[in-house]
């Protein structure tokens, strides 16, 4: 019998019959969904399906035409939002939307979308300065992300100097660096080849968790989907499918392409060397 990867936080960000059409094209039909604190989902359906839809209405990058969109509190110093205290993300006008997204929310998106005149690490404070911190201060707090996500001396290499696999760290460092409630992933592993963008979901996943944040993964990926612990399918607007994810899926599906030590890592598995790509 398998154990399925549970979470008994409570539910972070909730919608309720999500609808939204572009002229005679309906994208939702009618979505309900919730994320708690600490959890990974994963959005799957073809192309047209409506996932990178909801995605955008989750994050209040548009509003629906009809539904709920309602985010906890602030998390206090204990994890927990305060009791009632909910905001509807639908009914924000763009300025307190947009304030929401830089503060409360984090965002990776498939190709990292980093500034290229930039250092990687004003690339991961821009988010902090943009919010009126220093940029001194931005960017010491900005650092400290840089040796937990396996970048420790690359805090001032520009984009171009990145592989593809840094570069979506250092777009998982901003997405991180103030602390949000909910990270959007938009195809984080899309532009990556196949061993990179698994290690690149794993870090993703395990830090956001550690973090206490909850994660949404558009992906058209399988094998990405596995490192979540549960997946919703959209098909023509309307959910299809939600189920939770095995313990143990991600690393019993060969993503590796290797074999497998005891610990669920490929044979020879380095915690520390796996980030150099």
């Not at 639908?90 to 190709?111: C, I, K, Y």
């Not at 299809?240 to 060969?254: I, K, L």
């Amino acid at each position: 019998m398998n154990s399925y990867r549970t979470t008994t936080a409570s539910p972070v960000l909730v919608s309720a019959g999500l609808r939204k059409s572009y002229g005679l094209t309906r994208a939702l039909a009618g979505v309900d969904v919730s994320v708690s604190a600490g959890e990974s989902l994963a959005i799957m359906g073809p192309s047209g399906s409506g996932k990178s839809t909801l995605l955008h209405c989750l994050a209040g990058i548009e509003r629906p035409d009809e539904g709920q969109v309602m985010l906890a509190g602030e998390r206090s110093e204990t994890g927990v939002p305060p009791d009632g205290a909910w905001v509807s993300v639908d009914q924000l006008g763009e300025p307190h939307r947009s304030e929401l997204r830089r503060t409360r929310f984090g965002f990776v998106f498939q190709s990292g979308q980093l500034l290229p005149e930039l250092p990687a690490d004003e690339n991961v404070a821009l988010p902090l300065m943009l919010g009126g911190m220093s940029r001194r201060q931005a960017v010491q707090k900005a650092r400290e992300w840089f040796p937990l996500l396996g970048l420790a001396g690359m805090e001032e290499r520009r984009p171009g100097q990145l592989s593809g696999g840094q570069a979506q760290r250092v777009a998982i460092a901003r997405a991180l660096v103030g602390g949000p409630q909910v990270i959007f992933a938009d195809e984080p592993t899309g532009a990556l080849d196949q061993g990179t963008g698994m290690e690149v979901i794993d870090l993703l996943v395990s830090v956001t968790r550690r973090q206490g944040a909850a994660l949404v993964v558009v992906t058209h990926d399988e094998d990405v989907a596995r490192w979540c612990d549960r997946t919703i399918r959209v098909r023509d607007g309307r959910l299809s499918e939600d189920h939770r994810t095995p313990d143990g899926a991600a690393v019993t599906s060969g993503l590796a392409h290797a074999p497998r030590g005891t610990a669920g890592r490929p044979a020879g598995y380095d915690a520390d060397a796996r980030y150099d790509r």
